[in-house]
């Protein structure tokens, strides 16, 4: 991780870090999924999913306003004399925002209409805590004393109890958003999906079955929660007899974020009923060293996640067709540069939608911005808008059931 300024980030990544290193010990980290994500009594058979929805965690604050860039609003270039993007080089300009020139390996999905952006989102009021803001935006209900994560009660809409439904690939603990009493699975990667021990020296699967033997009959919510985990693993076998190499030609940049959208790839090729994937990348906390075109941050972050998901759906080929991916951070920056060459803690952000379903373009209330120091992109969009945009109109669910207490407005990002 880059040096970010943000001692509550990197402790928050060192906690995550030291929590999915004591799951992956396990083999599988199933089984320290949160609270009571695990312990259901009953298992279901996988199924086929016709749609999925990958969600893309942009951890640390990205800013949407050097992403997305509101040329068209003269404050930006006069808070940013150091750091602001030209306009001469921007991509898919209109006569108010451009993309960052380092996003052009995504220029197929955007002049095909399969990429949108949303700018001035967020959470309702600002929230600049990295810890607070993560957790809020992805329990995605204000003033519920019911501590569950909107994907999880997006899961939970049916009958059907398969916890390869949702998974978390790339680290070996869920997010926020996926807690709850629906069992999920969180994976660092394809090779970790797999009972403790099994290796080499088990021959015959001799552990296996000593392990489903012991199980079988143990009574309560441990013996149900081990028998669904190696139910699970057995269930998973499809995506692991996967190609390993990338389809259609497809390459995929070095580092961990490429390493897990490859990953998310060969389990949507395994078709073993995953609806629900997420992933995150970050740290997007550019206090310090945002930087230009040339150097910084930002010319890295945007090179690499262009890249990776550009990768990704060439891998996918025609599946892509009913895979849509929704990236987001818990806050974005201020609009003013600092002294660093950086930005600090603000609010409104941009959210990035590709793949299936998505209206392509720009979309969103552009508020107008004032040149301050406490100045903010202000929310014109509350995030669970667009959220609820997508899993009504791409997953066939109720608002009301993923986003209780909340009356979405109309974006139009989604077909």
Known sequence: MEPCGCPELVGLSRRGLLRGALAAGAGISATAAFGTAFVETSYAAT?????????????????????????????????????????????????????????????????AGKMA???????????RSHFSAMEEVEDAAPG??????????????????????????????????????????AIEGIDDMRLSGVDEWDTNGRRTRSMTTTWASAP?????????????????????????????????PGGDFGRAMRAVARTIRGDVGAEVITVDFGSWDHHVDLGTLEWGAMERMTTELAKVLSAFFTDLGGLGEKVTVVAFSEFGRRTKQNSSYGLDHGWGNVMLLLGAGVKGGY???????????????????????????????????????????????PVGALL
Do not use: C
């Open 47 to 111: 199924r086929s999913a016709p749609r999925v929805l990958v969600v893309l965690s942009m951890r640390g604050a990205a800013d949407g306003m050097s992403i997305v860039v509101p040329h068209g609003d003269p404050v930006y270039y006069a808070a940013r004399p150091q750091i602001a993007v030209p306009a001469a080089q921007l991509l898919a300009k209109d006569g108010f925002f451009g993309l960052h020139p380092h996003l052009a390996p995504l220029l197929p999905l955007w002049n």
């Open 220 to 252: 309560g919510a441990l013996g149900a929660s081990a028998r669904a985990t190696m139910a699970a693993i057995q269930d998973f076998a499809p995506v692991k007899a996967t190609a390993e190499t990338p389809a259609n030609g497809a390459s995929y």
């Open 363 to 409: 979309h969103g209330t552009w508020p107008g911005l004032a040149d301050d120091d406490d100045g903010d992109l202000k929310v014109t969009t509350d995030y669970r808008s667009v959220l609820s945009e997508v899993v009504t109109k791409r997953l066939g669910a109720s608002s009301a059931t993923v986003f209780p207490g909340f009356t979405p407005e």
């Open 144 to 185: 519920s004393t019911t501590r569950t994560g909107w994907l999880n009660r997006l899961i939970g809409r049916d009958t059907y109890a398969s916890p390869l439904q949702a998974l978390q690939i790339g680290t070996a603990m869920p997010p926020t958003s996926l807690s709850g009493p629906q069992r999920t699975i």
């Open 117 to 127: 952006a949303v700018h001035a989102t967020g959470l309702p009021a600002p929230n």
